[in-house]
């Protein structure tokens, strides 16, 4: 056994159980709110969305409801049956360990799907894609590790526990890193979609601070237990955040879900208002859900914006915009001498697009 495991012989059952039974308590709250955003999904949703999206929904709900009756019968075999002279022996309980790989596929489907919106908002870079898919393999693999250790101390009855600490190490870190990727890609191609424009700074600030709480909430867990781990293994103060980061997952994915209607109105908001001003933003599909408006992609650099501001500055008193909803302003008739101003209009609709195109990816 190694100096850093623990073991059943040294470890007292509040020091052993208190830490995760508080985290169990925290966990049930979270739970109730992972059932009332599932049934929200399910009654504004359900429709809409493809069948895989339906059938993720309902794989995330049943692995978290059975974590929650792995770690509740966990605690009651300890603190009900413990106390009426039942014999537990020195072996973690199946439920437990069982609630630990339920953890780790929890965070690997949650971060998968977060990895294919990533690929989605930067316009399908694989080699982002690839880089959050290995860390969210890195961290499957060596959580199975971990728990293929567990269960191989309670078939040859060994009274050490947690024993393999690099391998949670591994976990716990890849996870981390993972969440950092996700988040870090997802802000980096936000602000890449910014126009320059005072009506688009408000939406792509709130899909920024989206992205964000996307990204961290179980990545910050995950750190946190991995901090405490590292400075405080033997007294199984990890053991709380541990039955709280995949509540944080579920609930995470939940909302980023259930928030897609609020990111589309923000957006359809914004392209109403560019609308009222004459610059029209066409739509190129049909697909309510996907929300797949304007794929122009051409970005507008710092020369080009600032030729677009002097010249809508030097052609302000003359230009009279178009106030009805579908009607374009007529560029050709009212500006066909003034190409700078056309041309710089134009960079400014192919840049909304652009942005719209990531707004509807979001929302997808």
């Keep these: ?17 208190g830490p995760g039974f508080i985290g169990f308590i925290v966990s049930v709250g979270l739970y109730g709110l ?6 929200h999904y399910y009654q504004y949703y359900y429709r809409e969305d493809e069948l ?13 409801s059975f974590h ?27 439920q437990l360990i069982a609630s630990l790989m339920t953890t780790y596929v929890i965070t690997f489907i949650v971060q998968s799907y977060y990895g294919y919106r990533v690929f989605k908002v930067s316009r399908h870079n694989k080699i982002i894609l690839g880089a959050i898919c290995f860390f969210a393999l890195v961290q499957l693999a060596s959580g199975a590790a971990f728990v293929a250790e567990e269960i191989n101390a309670n078939v040859n009855s060994r009274t050490d526990i947690f024993s393999n600490s690099a391998v949670l190490i591994l976990e716990l870190s890849s996870t981390v890193l993972g969440d950092l990727l996700i988040t870090c890609a997802t802000v980096w191609y936000l602000r890449a979609e910014r126009t320059g424009m005072q009506m688009t700074e408000k939406l792509v600030h709130r899909l920024v601070v989206h992205a964000i709480n996307m990204g961290m909430v179980g990545g910050v867990v995950a750190l946190v237990q991995l901090i405490v781990f590292v400075a405080r293994r033997r007294e199984m103060l990890f053991f709380a955040p541990n039955l709280v980061v995949s509540k944080c997952y579920v609930n995470s994915l939940l909302a980023t879900l259930n928030a897609r209607h609020s990111i589309r109105d923000a957006r359809d908001a914004w392209m109403d208002d560019d609308n009222a001003h004459g610059i029209v933003l066409h739509r190129v599909g049909n697909h309510s859900s996907a929300g797949l408006w304007g794929r122009h992609k051409t970005p507008m650099d710092t020369k080009e914006l600032r030729r677009f501001r ?26 066909a001498d003034r190409g700078d101003a056309k041309s710089a209009l134009k960079n400014y609709e192919i840049k909304a697009q652009g942005s719209v195109f990531v707004m509807g990816d979001l929302a997808a």
């Excluded at 895989?52 to 978290?64: H, M, N, Y």
């Excluded at 929650?68 to 072996?91: K, Q």
């Design 68 to 94: 929650v009756y792995t770690t509740a019968h966990s605690f009651w075999r300890y603190f009900i049956e413990g106390r009426i002279g039942s014999t537990l022996g020195n072996a973690l309980p199946w």
């Design 1 to 17: 056994m190694s100096s850093s495991a623990l073991s059943f012989s040294d470890t007292s059952i509040d020091t052993m159980w």
């Design 34 to 39: 992972t059932i009332s955003q599932t049934l």
């Design 52 to 64: 895989t999206l339906k059938l993720l929904v309902l794989l995330i709900f049943s692995l978290d």
């Design 310 to 335: 002097l010249a809508m500055q030097k052609h302000a008193d003359s230009m009279s915009m178009a106030t009805a909803g579908d009607e374009e302003v007529p560029h050709d008739r009212k500006y």
